[in-house]
Nanobody
């Protein structure tokens, strides 16, 4: 069983920064791609960023490219999301998820374990 626990959410003004962290249990953490998704009220869950098992490749939604950075530390079983230049439209619950393969996909069905989520609120 894999457990994912997110932290680092909160309230920030537009233009500010937050760093989300996801701590994973399980010895197979390093063999899977990881991703961050978000879900705003009334909207579907959407892909934000993904990283391969080695950390060598990263992927971003167009809406966050250039502002967000995903990283991972396989020795510590953590994956982080640095969010800069935040906008009110970034407001959502952010979820960490483990991919089914070494390369992360962009669809929620491509992930098998999810955290409980952490709220990010960006005020204008």
């Amino acid at each position: 069983q894999v457990q994912l626990v997110e932290s680092g959410g909160g309230l920030v003004q537009a233009g500010g920064s937050l760093r989300l962290s996801c701590a994973a249990s399980g010895r197979t953490f390093g063999r899977y791609g990881m991703g961050w998704f978000r879900q705003a009220p009334g909207k579907e869950r959407e892909f934000v960023a993904g990283i391969t098992w080695s950390g060598g490749s990263t992927y971003y939604a167009d809406s966050v490219k250039g502002r967000f950075t995903i990283s991972r530390d396989n020795a510590k079983n953590t994956v982080d999301l640095q969010m800069n230049s935040l906008k009110p439209e970034d407001t959502a619950v952010y979820y960490c998820a483990r991919g089914r393969t070494v390369v992360p996909g962009t669809g929620p069905y491509e992930y098998d374990y999810w955290g409980q989520g952490t709220q990010v609120t960006v005020s204008s």
